[in-house]
């Protein structure tokens, strides 16, 4: 998989998604994330050289410095809508495996030019098909334009009746609904 878009919010400045996409296939993988592990990537695809280090590249720079390379990343688990990944690494021909949050994952693989990897299983459960792939230039999706308020407050909805709008809202790729969505699901219920 390879990024292909990288999107957020005027309005909703905590909301960001990454998109993955396949580099032998149609569909995307949407990854809602927060705004500094977006500052990170965006900054690798980039390759914007900051002042001073960020913390991917301090990371990326100690690893280099001890000769351990990051060789892949596997998206590896979807679990109550929260994907879990692992850092696969090499030093000295041993590889090594650590667990890692997705964007960060992502953040590291940018800069290791390491590919991403998935599950079919995975893509099935939340990965979408885009209708218009031509919406996507330079490696960023190009910001959807600004909706009008929905009529009734997401306070009134059920739970159920919320997972099923998030679910058509990442299915018709309206990422900033979304995440608006599922910032109240997680109100009601941390836990999630």
């Not at 999107?7 to 569909?27: C, F, I, K, T």
Request: charged share 25%.
């Amino acid at each position: 998989m390879t990024v292909v878009a990288l999107s957020h919010s005027v309005s909703q400045s905590h909301n960001y998604a990454v998109v993955l996409g396949e580099l032998d296939g149609p569909r995307k993988l949407p990854i809602v994330i927060g705004g500094f592990e977006a500052q990170a990537i965006a900054v690798a695809l980039e390759n914007m050289i900051p002042n001073r280090p960020l913390t991917h590249d301090l990371f990326k720079n100690t690893l280099s410095a001890f000769n351990i390379n990051i060789r892949e990343v596997l998206i590896n688990n979807l679990l109550d809508g929260i994907f879990y990944s692992k850092l696969i690494c090499e030093k000295d021909g041993v590889e090594y495996t650590i667990d890692s949050r997705t964007s960060d994952a992502i953040a590291l693989a940018v800069r290791f030019k390491a590919p991403i990897y998935t599950f079919d299983i995975i893509m099935d459960a939340a990965g979408v098909v885009m209708e218009n792939p031509d919406i996507i230039s330079g490696g960023r999706e190009e910001e959807p334009p600004v909706k009008k308020k929905e009529s009734k407050s997401l306070t009134s909805y059920s739970i159920a009746a919320l997972q099923t709008m998030l679910d058509k809202a990442i299915e018709n790729e309206d990422y900033e609904k979304a995440a608006m969505i599922r910032d109240e699901i997680q109100k009601r219920d941390p836990a999630v």
